[in-house]
Structures are given as C-alpha cells and as structure tokens.
C-alpha cells in the first residue's frame, strides 16, 4: 500500500533566489580534497560537442601533441 508524500509542501513559499546570501568564513573549513590532487596537472573544461570527440585524456592530450609536432617552431625575441 502506498502512502502520500511525506512532507507537503506549503502554500504561498516560492524557490526564489535571495538578493543576499551572507557566508560566515570564520566557519570555514580547508578543502581535505585539495592535497589529493596532482599539482603537475592542468583542468580544462570542453565544449560539449569537443567532448563527444575526445572522450579520454590520453585522446586530449595525443590529439594536442600532434598539433604542437604540426606547429612551425618559432623564436621569441
């Protein structure tokens, strides 16, 4: 037997954003992530159609090392 929902919703409340949200930083706690990630390297997020395309790293970066071996090799100043 199913029952009804357990909470109704009340009337007259709408999902509206706040002009203001106030954040207390005193209670902010370090990110325990950030030492997990590898600082050699780089994120990037792709378009979604270049994503449909590369759907690996190593397809991202053999793709982009072509090109470098593609590029003409010049000298700055």
Do not use: C, H, W
């Not at 509206?16 to 990630?37: C, G, I, M, T």
């Amino acid at each position: 037997m199913k029952k009804g929902p357990a909470r109704k919703s009340k009337g007259g409340k709408t999902d509206q954003l706040r002009d203001e949200y106030r954040f207390d930083y005193s209670k902010a706690k370090p990110n325990r992530f950030a030492s997990r990630v590898d600082q050699s390297r780089l994120v990037v997020v792709l378009d979604s159609d270049v994503s449909k395309v590369f759907t690996t790293p190593d397809a991202v970066n053999k793709a982009l090392r072509a090109l470098i071996d593609a590029m003409p090799t010049t000298t700055r100043p």
